[in-house]
């Protein structure tokens, strides 16, 4: 299983950023998806998951109505669309695949090389 995450830099406050994930070694039209985020200083914090399907997420409230997670199964290719970025949301960046295939179980069990956001003025 392979994950590489990718398109993380520097914005501005309010700026806009779209990430990517490469996937490979498993059939992710298969898992729910996740972006998860590590803060300096703090753990890991989950950010958003979407279905199989591509027609189901869910986001954690620091993001709502901000990011937008999606998803390509013909690229075997995740996103993450930021908007309105805030200086909290300096992170890096994962993607991770649900340890379950066909179902939902919130645990991951890989997640790939993350890319760094800063949001700095």
């Known amino acids: 299983v392979q994950l590489q995450a990718y398109g993380g830099g520097l914005v501005q406050p309010g700026g806009s950023l779209r990430l990517s994930c490469a996937a490979s070694?498993?059939?992710?039209?298969?898992?729910?998806m996740y972006w998860i985020r590590k803060t300096p200083g703090k753990g890991f914090e989950w950010v958003a998951h979407?279905?199989?399907?591509?027609?189901?997420?869910t986001y954690a409230d620091s993001v709502k109505g901000r990011f937008t997670i999606s998803r390509d199964n013909a690229k075997n290719t995740l996103y993450l669309q930021m908007n309105n970025l805030k200086l909290h949301d300096t992170a890096a960046y994962y993607c991770?695949?649900?340890?379950?295939?066909?179902?939902?179980?919130?645990?991951?069990?890989?997640w790939g090389l993350g890319t760094e956001l800063t949001v700095s003025s």
């Open positions: 991770a695949k649900d340890s379950v295939k066909d179902d939902y179980s919130g645990g991951y069990d890989y």
């Open positions: 070694g498993f059939i992710f039209s298969s898992y729910f």
């Open positions: 979407i279905n199989p399907t591509g027609d189901a997420t």
